[in-house]
Protein backbone atom coordinates (compact mmCIF):
# COMPACT_ATOMS: atom_id res chain seq x y z
CA UNK A 1 0.00 0.00 0.00
CA UNK A 2 1.33 3.05 -0.89
CA UNK A 3 1.43 6.45 1.13
CA UNK A 4 -1.33 8.11 -1.30
CA UNK A 5 -4.33 5.30 -0.89
CA UNK A 6 -3.33 5.36 3.04
CA UNK A 7 -3.92 8.89 3.13
CA UNK A 8 -7.23 9.01 1.26
CA UNK A 9 -8.57 6.17 4.01
CA UNK A 10 -7.53 7.63 6.66
CA UNK A 11 -9.75 10.39 5.31
CA UNK A 12 -12.85 8.84 4.30
CA UNK A 13 -12.79 7.14 7.56
CA UNK A 14 -12.85 10.82 9.20
CA UNK A 15 -15.30 11.71 6.60
CA UNK A 16 -17.55 8.49 7.87
CA UNK A 17 -17.02 9.79 11.57
CA UNK A 18 -17.79 13.19 10.57
CA UNK A 19 -20.83 12.24 9.26
CA UNK A 20 -22.32 9.80 11.48
CA UNK A 21 -21.70 12.63 14.29
CA UNK A 22 -23.51 15.21 12.05
CA UNK A 23 -26.78 12.74 11.56
CA UNK A 24 -26.27 11.45 15.31
CA UNK A 25 -26.40 15.01 16.62
CA UNK A 26 -29.66 16.27 14.05
CA UNK A 27 -27.13 18.29 12.45
CA UNK A 28 -27.40 19.33 8.63
CA UNK A 29 -24.27 19.61 6.52
CA UNK A 30 -24.97 23.76 6.59
CA UNK A 31 -25.34 23.47 10.23
CA UNK A 32 -22.20 21.97 10.59
CA UNK A 33 -20.48 24.65 8.22
CA UNK A 34 -22.21 27.35 10.45
CA UNK A 35 -20.52 26.37 13.25
CA UNK A 36 -16.92 25.63 12.00
CA UNK A 37 -17.49 29.23 10.59
CA UNK A 38 -18.61 30.42 14.53
CA UNK A 39 -15.02 28.75 15.70
CA UNK A 40 -13.13 30.69 13.24
CA UNK A 41 -12.08 27.98 10.81
CA UNK A 42 -15.22 28.24 7.71
CA UNK A 43 -15.46 25.16 6.23
CA UNK A 44 -18.00 25.81 3.30
CA UNK A 45 -20.79 23.58 2.98
CA UNK A 46 -19.62 22.55 -0.66
CA UNK A 47 -16.29 21.72 0.70
CA UNK A 48 -18.01 19.82 3.28
CA UNK A 49 -20.21 17.41 1.58
CA UNK A 50 -17.77 16.69 -1.24
CA UNK A 51 -15.24 15.74 1.66
CA UNK A 52 -18.14 13.33 3.07
CA UNK A 53 -19.15 11.56 -0.26
CA UNK A 54 -15.22 10.97 -0.74
CA UNK A 55 -14.88 13.46 -3.80
CA UNK A 56 -12.33 15.84 -1.52
CA UNK A 57 -10.15 12.82 -0.53
CA UNK A 58 -7.76 15.01 2.22
CA UNK A 59 -8.74 16.53 5.90
CA UNK A 60 -6.10 18.95 7.51
CA UNK A 61 -5.34 19.46 11.01
CA UNK A 62 -7.09 22.38 11.63
CA UNK A 63 -10.26 21.25 9.64
CA UNK A 64 -10.07 17.89 12.01
CA UNK A 65 -10.04 19.83 15.41
CA UNK A 66 -13.10 22.23 14.04
CA UNK A 67 -14.99 19.13 12.88
CA UNK A 68 -14.20 18.03 16.43
CA UNK A 69 -15.00 21.01 18.48
CA UNK A 70 -18.32 21.74 16.57
CA UNK A 71 -19.42 17.65 16.43
CA UNK A 72 -18.68 17.41 20.33
CA UNK A 73 -16.29 14.65 19.94
CA UNK A 74 -12.52 13.90 20.73
CA UNK A 75 -10.62 14.66 18.08
CA UNK A 76 -8.37 11.23 17.97
CA UNK A 77 -11.44 9.08 17.74
CA UNK A 78 -12.40 10.98 14.62
CA UNK A 79 -9.24 9.38 12.78
CA UNK A 80 -9.62 6.32 15.51
CA UNK A 81 -12.98 5.54 15.57
CA UNK A 82 -13.38 2.74 18.78
CA UNK A 83 -16.17 0.99 18.64
CA UNK A 84 -16.81 1.69 15.09
CA UNK A 85 -13.93 -0.28 13.31
CA UNK A 86 -12.11 -3.28 14.99
CA UNK A 87 -8.79 -2.57 13.16
CA UNK A 88 -7.01 0.49 11.26
CA UNK A 89 -3.43 1.30 9.37
CA UNK A 90 -2.33 3.78 11.84
CA UNK A 91 0.62 4.04 9.41
CA UNK A 92 1.05 2.25 5.82
CA UNK A 93 0.45 -1.40 6.36
CA UNK A 94 0.93 -0.94 10.29
CA UNK A 95 -2.63 -3.12 11.23
CA UNK A 96 -3.54 -2.54 14.46
CA UNK A 97 -6.83 -2.68 16.59
CA UNK A 98 -8.35 0.70 16.74
CA UNK A 99 -7.95 0.84 20.45
CA UNK A 100 -4.06 -0.29 20.05
CA UNK A 101 -4.00 2.60 17.58
CA UNK A 102 -5.99 5.52 19.64
CA UNK A 103 -3.37 4.76 22.72
CA UNK A 104 -0.53 4.85 20.60
CA UNK A 105 -1.37 8.34 18.86
CA UNK A 106 -2.40 9.55 22.51
CA UNK A 107 1.12 8.68 23.78
CA UNK A 108 -0.32 5.89 26.61
CA UNK A 109 1.64 3.01 24.57
CA UNK A 110 5.31 3.63 23.39
CA UNK A 111 4.48 1.75 20.10
CA UNK A 112 2.24 0.05 17.69
CA UNK A 113 2.03 -3.70 18.10
CA UNK A 114 2.96 -4.55 14.67
CA UNK A 115 6.26 -2.04 15.24
CA UNK A 116 8.29 -4.28 16.77
CA UNK A 117 11.60 -2.15 16.22
CA UNK A 118 10.87 1.52 16.88
CA UNK A 119 9.16 2.82 20.03
CA UNK A 120 8.18 6.55 20.82
CA UNK A 121 9.11 8.46 23.62
CA UNK A 122 5.98 8.63 25.88
CA UNK A 123 7.79 10.37 29.05
CA UNK A 124 6.60 13.67 28.78
CA UNK A 125 2.71 12.23 28.55
CA UNK A 126 3.62 10.10 31.13
CA UNK A 127 4.71 12.56 33.12
CA UNK A 128 1.72 15.47 32.84
CA UNK A 129 -0.42 12.28 33.49
CA UNK A 130 0.93 11.31 37.09
CA UNK A 131 0.94 15.03 37.92
CA UNK A 132 -2.65 15.22 36.68
CA UNK A 133 -3.16 12.09 39.26
CA UNK A 134 -1.20 13.31 42.03
CA UNK A 135 -2.66 16.78 42.29
CA UNK A 136 -6.24 15.65 41.88
CA UNK A 137 -5.24 12.81 44.94
CA UNK A 138 -3.91 15.62 46.91
CA UNK A 139 -7.33 17.81 46.04
CA UNK A 140 -9.35 15.30 47.35
CA UNK A 141 -7.64 14.77 50.75
CA UNK A 142 -7.45 18.20 51.30
CA UNK A 143 -11.56 18.02 50.73
CA UNK A 144 -11.99 15.12 52.84
CA UNK A 145 -9.81 16.50 55.56
CA UNK A 146 -11.86 19.88 55.32
CA UNK A 147 -14.79 18.14 56.11
CA UNK A 148 -13.29 16.06 58.90
CA UNK A 149 -12.43 19.83 60.46
CA UNK A 150 -15.81 21.35 59.61
CA UNK A 151 -17.64 17.96 61.83
CA UNK A 152 -15.68 17.08 64.28
CA UNK A 153 -17.06 17.59 67.80
CA UNK A 154 -20.80 18.22 66.21
CA UNK A 155 -22.98 16.85 68.73
CA UNK A 156 -26.22 16.71 66.71
CA UNK A 157 -24.28 14.16 64.49
CA UNK A 158 -23.37 11.94 67.09
CA UNK A 159 -26.39 10.25 67.26
CA UNK A 160 -25.45 8.74 63.60
CA UNK A 161 -22.08 7.19 64.80
CA UNK A 162 -21.16 4.22 66.44
CA UNK A 163 -17.68 5.25 67.68
CA UNK A 164 -17.28 5.14 71.43
CA UNK A 165 -14.73 8.17 70.82
CA UNK A 166 -16.01 10.17 67.18
CA UNK A 167 -13.29 12.75 68.11
CA UNK A 168 -10.75 10.07 68.85
CA UNK A 169 -11.46 8.46 65.34
CA UNK A 170 -11.92 11.97 63.28
CA UNK A 171 -8.46 12.69 65.27
CA UNK A 172 -6.82 9.88 63.76
CA UNK A 173 -8.28 10.34 60.30
CA UNK A 174 -6.84 13.62 60.58
CA UNK A 175 -3.27 12.47 61.21
CA UNK A 176 -3.62 10.03 58.16
CA UNK A 177 -5.00 13.01 55.38
CA UNK A 178 -2.48 15.20 57.12
CA UNK A 179 0.33 12.51 56.37
CA UNK A 180 -0.70 11.44 52.97
CA UNK A 181 -0.79 15.34 51.51
CA UNK A 182 2.95 15.20 52.69
CA UNK A 183 3.00 12.62 50.46
CA UNK A 184 1.93 13.40 47.88
CA UNK A 185 3.26 17.35 48.14
CA UNK A 186 6.74 15.65 47.89
CA UNK A 187 5.52 13.34 44.95
CA UNK A 188 4.14 16.07 42.96
CA UNK A 189 7.32 18.29 43.37
CA UNK A 190 9.47 15.28 42.39
CA UNK A 191 7.46 14.56 39.36
CA UNK A 192 7.77 18.50 38.62
CA UNK A 193 11.30 18.47 39.09
CA UNK A 194 11.67 15.59 36.53
CA UNK A 195 9.40 17.70 33.79
CA UNK A 196 12.25 20.44 34.17
CA UNK A 197 14.93 17.79 33.92
CA UNK A 198 13.58 16.78 30.71
CA UNK A 199 13.00 20.61 29.24
CA UNK A 200 8.83 20.87 30.34
CA UNK A 201 7.18 23.59 32.10
CA UNK A 202 5.61 22.27 34.70
CA UNK A 203 1.05 22.98 35.15
CA UNK A 204 0.70 25.64 37.35
CA UNK A 205 -0.30 24.77 40.79
CA UNK A 206 -3.95 26.26 42.20
CA UNK A 207 -3.22 29.10 44.84
CA UNK A 208 -4.00 26.74 48.49
CA UNK A 209 -1.63 23.70 46.67
CA UNK A 210 1.16 26.41 45.65
CA UNK A 211 3.07 25.34 48.29
CA UNK A 212 4.39 22.57 47.26
CA UNK A 213 6.49 24.71 45.34
CA UNK A 214 7.10 28.56 46.50
CA UNK A 215 8.97 29.68 43.36
CA UNK A 216 5.94 28.78 40.68
CA UNK A 217 3.20 30.92 42.88
CA UNK A 218 1.42 33.28 41.09
CA UNK A 219 2.47 36.88 41.49
CA UNK A 220 0.77 38.79 44.32
CA UNK A 221 0.58 35.83 46.87
CA UNK A 222 3.40 36.09 49.51
CA UNK A 223 5.46 33.08 51.08
CA UNK A 224 3.71 34.48 54.42
CA UNK A 225 0.15 33.75 52.78
CA UNK A 226 1.84 30.13 51.49
CA UNK A 227 3.01 29.58 55.28
CA UNK A 228 -0.94 29.94 56.76
CA UNK A 229 -1.98 27.78 53.88
CA UNK A 230 0.35 25.24 55.13
CA UNK A 231 -0.32 25.51 58.34
CA UNK A 232 -4.17 25.05 58.00
CA UNK A 233 -3.44 21.99 55.47
CA UNK A 234 -0.68 19.93 57.38
CA UNK A 235 -1.87 21.03 61.13
CA UNK A 236 1.29 22.33 62.34
CA UNK A 237 2.47 25.86 64.19
CA UNK A 238 2.76 28.97 61.73
CA UNK A 239 5.94 29.30 62.45
CA UNK A 240 7.34 25.58 61.57
CA UNK A 241 4.83 26.05 58.31
CA UNK A 242 6.73 29.66 57.64
CA UNK A 243 10.20 27.71 58.06
CA UNK A 244 9.13 24.80 55.58
CA UNK A 245 8.34 27.38 53.18
CA UNK A 246 10.74 29.55 53.24
CA UNK A 247 13.23 26.63 53.04
CA UNK A 248 11.60 25.48 49.74
CA UNK A 249 11.44 28.91 48.71
CA UNK A 250 15.44 29.06 49.36
CA UNK A 251 15.19 32.33 51.36
CA UNK A 252 15.53 32.90 55.32
CA UNK A 253 12.65 33.05 57.39
CA UNK A 254 12.15 35.69 59.24
CA UNK A 255 14.03 36.06 62.20
CA UNK A 256 10.67 37.54 64.09
CA UNK A 257 8.93 34.53 62.99
CA UNK A 258 7.45 33.10 65.91
CA UNK A 259 4.50 29.77 66.46
CA UNK A 260 1.00 30.81 66.79
CA UNK A 261 -0.48 27.53 67.66
CA UNK A 262 -1.74 24.86 65.06
CA UNK A 263 -4.13 26.25 62.35
Avoid at 108 to 113: C, D, S, T
Avoid at 197 to 213: F, I, K, S
Wanted: aromatic share 6%; net charge negative.
Amino acid sequence: MTDEPWAAQIARAVAGEVRRHRLRRGMSAQQLSDACTRLGHPIARSVLANFESGRRPTVSIPELLVFARALEVPAVQLVFPIGQADTVDALPDSPATTWEALKWFTGEANRLPSDLEKTQDVEAVQLYREHERLVLDWWTNRQEMDQIIATRGRTDLREFRREADPDAIDDRLLELKVDRMRDLSDAIAAVRQEMRNLGLTPPQLGAEAAYVEPESFSEGTTLDELARTVAYTERISLAEAVRKVYRRAGEAPPENSRGEGTQ
